[in-house]
């Protein structure tokens, strides 16, 4: 009875760890910047999964062979990055949705502005 009460206390805390241990991927935006430099010819590193020759550009991953990376193009994941580095944001955008690109005239005003000018009765 108590093994089990623990593993329920426990669980948040577990999948909270193992959400800073994940490793990341790269972002939209960085793999962006690497689609838009032209493709560089890479010699053979043995480090890499087959020796960096099978490379998914658009979702910045090795592969061992040929097949996999076929594979890979075909499966969901790879459909569903690809659609969304199609809507890249520029810069003005991503400001502009945040909100700090856009002077709607009442950041510069003060508190008395409003009262005179009959915004706030």
Same mark, same amino acid.
């Given at each position: 009875m108590g093994t089990v009460r623990a +593993? %329920? +206390?426990n669980r948040h805390r577990d999948v909270k760890r193992s959400s800073k241990t994940k490793a990341? %991927? %790269?972002d939209l935006d960085q793999i962006s910047e690497i689609l838009n430099m032209p493709e560089?010819?890479?010699e053979l !590193?043995? !480090?890499l999964p087959g020796l960096g020759q099978f490379k998914c +550009?658009?979702?910045d991953v090795y592969y061992t062979c040929? +097949? !996999?990376l076929d594979s890979h193009s075909k499966s969901k994941?790879? %459909?569903r990055r690809v659609k969304e580095l199609k809507?890249?944001?520029t810069m003005e955008e991503s400001l502009a949705a945040a909100g700090m690109g856009v002077d709607n005239g009442l950041s510069s005003w003060s508190a008395s502005d409003f009262y005179s000018k009959n915004i706030i009765s």
């Open positions: +593993r %329920k +206390r990341f %991927k %790269k560089q010819i890479q !590193d043995p !480090d +550009r658009e979702c040929q +097949r !996999d994941v790879h %459909k809507h890249t944001y």
